[in-house]
């Protein structure tokens, strides 16, 4: 028996006026999902439980069967393990997003979050950027006397380490929940122990606005990496073994740092694709192979998707939209395909984790739907893949739940 959990990341929606009101995962053509959905179980499920907040960081952390209630130090420790960043007592791990902020001639506090992704940064302009700030000696010293390293990586999210760290009192806000918003409202505030981190994101914005960097991009019309802002915050986590609690090894294909850190936390294979973005224009056929791959050698793999949450918080309908049917067409529908043609029994857990909203560009918590399909039964239910026929399908109070069902140690 193979296992397979997809998840498309914040493919789930609220109603859209420019849809019809209906929602993209509605308005999207996904027959191969859809074939699976009316042959399997469409139920809801909350994998963000109150009082957190809704995230990845703890919807995945649910669905890979961990409480985060119990579980969850904060998103960057587990993005920290997914890259050996090693972190010791007294550690706390921070996300450094490349942003960027409008122009103009205001202070900082009252210019506007464009983007939490420096608008989808590429690669080698992300780097550029925080060499010019490791490279700056006020911003090197201001990162010395914060006790901070700063570790770079070819992508906006970047990650910041602070040594003998007092996080008590501090409050961090998601720079991706105030898109459009001015900045200083959502500063990082709380203490005197705060001000470090709101000092060293205004010298940063100093240091990037009139970089050749940013030039660069906003003489190709694009939006500049001129800022930094830390969030994510948390101390060092250790999770439950995968085979321990369920008797098997497996792998995870992802583009997105934090997948990788949770499953390699958890024991899992992590499977980086060359080419694989966590945007749009991600390596589709090189994620279908590694899937395959590793389906071939572990009977649990997890296919992650980071396209349709990108895109949403990007103000990208039409994109989001993409990434649900290439999801549909590049990834769900190939590996069914193989895994029928090879003759081998297989189960799917197929789900978003969060909402990300069009109408805000940002999370929300509540019941996502989910889809759980056996090769060998058709229950004859008809369904399609979508948050209304979620609503009408089985309720899963708890998300941590659902890898039990899918191992069949749980009845839906």
């Not at 205001?106 to 950027?129: N, Q, Y």
């Amino acid at each position: 028996m193979k296992y397979l959990l997809v998840i498309g990341d914040g493919m789930a929606d609220d109603p859209v006026p420019q849809l019809g009101n209906r929602t993209p995962l509605q308005a999207a053509s996904i027959p191969a999902i859809d074939r699976l959905a009316a042959r399997g179980v469409v139920g809801s499920v909350i994998n963000c439980p109150p009082p957190l907040a809704a995230g990845s960081e703890t919807a995945i952390l649910s669905i890979f069967g961990c409480d985060p209630r119990r579980y969850f130090t904060g998103r960057s420790p587990m993005e920290a393990a997914a890259v050996g960043i090693p972190m010791a007592p007294g550690d706390a791990a921070f996300r450094c997003n490349l942003v960027s902020f409008e122009d103009g001639d205001m202070p900082l506090a009252e210019k506007r979050i464009l983007s939490h992704s420096a608008g989808s940064i590429d690669g080698d302009s992300a780097l550029a950027a925080a060499a010019a700030l490791l490279e700056d000696p006020r911003f090197a010293r201001a990162l010395e006397e914060a006790r901070m390293e700063l570790h770079t990586f070819p992508a906006f999210r970047q990650l910041a380490v602070q040594h003998q760290s007092d996080l008590s009192g501090i409050r961090f806000t998601p720079p991706h929940d105030h898109l459009g918003e001015p900045a200083g409202p959502y500063f990082p505030t709380g203490n005197d122990r705060a001000e470090v981190f709101a000092r060293l994101m205004t010298l940063a914005h100093q240091i990037l606005d009139r970089h050749p960097v940013s030039e660069k991009r906003r003489a190709a019309g694009r939006l500049p990496a001129n800022g930094i802002w830390f969030w994510a915050e948390g101390t060092a986590v250790a999770l439950p073994s995968f085979r321990e609690q369920y008797g098997l090894d497996g792998a995870v294909v992802s583009a997105v740092p934090l997948c990788h850190g949770i499953g390699a936390l958890r024991g899992l294979e992590m499977v980086e694709v060359e080419g694989a973005t966590g945007e749009l224009d991600t390596n589709f056929s090189g994620k279908l192979e590694a899937a395959w791959e590793k389906l071939n050698q572990y009977d649990f793999v997890c296919l992650h998707l980071e396209a349709p949450d990108e895109c949403t918080h990007n103000g990208d309908l039409p994109g989001k939209m993409q990434a649900i049917e290439w999801l549909d067409s590049r990834l769900t529908a190939p590996l069914v395909e193989r895994l029928d043609k090879a003759g081998i029994d297989y189960r799917v857990l197929l789900l978003s984790d969060h909402k990300t909203l069009t109408s805000t560009r940002g999370h929300s918590g509540g019941p996502v739907p989910f889809l759980l399909f056996d090769s060998r039964r058709d229950t004859g239910a008809g369904r399609s893949y979508d948050e209304e026929a979620g609503e009408a399908g089985p309720f899963v109070e708890n998300g941590w739940d659902l890898l039990d069902m899918l191992f069949e140690r749980k009845a839906i």
